[in-house]
């Protein structure tokens, strides 16, 4: 059985995460299910303050793969604008089968970034997280 593998897709930055040292993560939106479903499959390394917002309109109990991801990333899980637990340094998946990612816990979003992005910015569960929405 083959796969066909999802075109990368690059979305515009349409929200940003200030730190609470005024550094500020450019953040991607991946709003749709396939948009969602797609995520960081098939690109490069992100740069330094970059990453993909994954926003959810409840919590729910997430797990995140690493299948045709090209680099190793951060998985932020949020809940209530919080930041709930992280998967550091994840390793990509290149086949089948792979192993998921997420706390036990329901989340209402995930970030994702560059692996040691995270550690390199401060970032801990607990730390409060404020995303807004932007525009250029």
């Known amino acids: ?3 066909d593998l999802p075109a990368p897709q690059q979305l515009p930055v349409t929200a940003q995460w200030c730190l609470e040292d005024r550094r ?10 396939k948009q969602q479903q797609i995520g960081l499959m098939q690109r490069p390394a992100l ?3 970059r990453g993909m917002w994954f926003p959810f309109d409840r919590p729910r109990l997430l797990s995140f793969w690493m ?3 090209l680099a190793p990333l951060d998985m932020l899980f949020l809940r209530d604008n919080r930041v709930m637990a992280i998967a550091a340094d994840v390793p990509v998946c290149p086949k089948l089968p792979c192993p998921s990612y997420g706390p036990a816990d329901p989340s209402d979003g995930v970030v994702e970034l560059r692996a040691g992005e995270a550690r390199r910015l401060g970032i801990r ?4 997280v404020q995303i807004e929405t932007i525009s250029y």
């Not at 500020?24 to 299910?33: F, K």
């Not at 569960?125 to 409060?128: A, E, M, N």
């Open 1 to 3: 059985m083959s796969m």
């Open 24 to 33: 500020c993560i450019a953040l991607e939106v991946a709003r749709t299910p």
């Open 47 to 49: 740069p330094p303050l």
């Open 67 to 69: 299948l045709n991801t």
């Open 125 to 128: 569960p607990g730390d409060q």
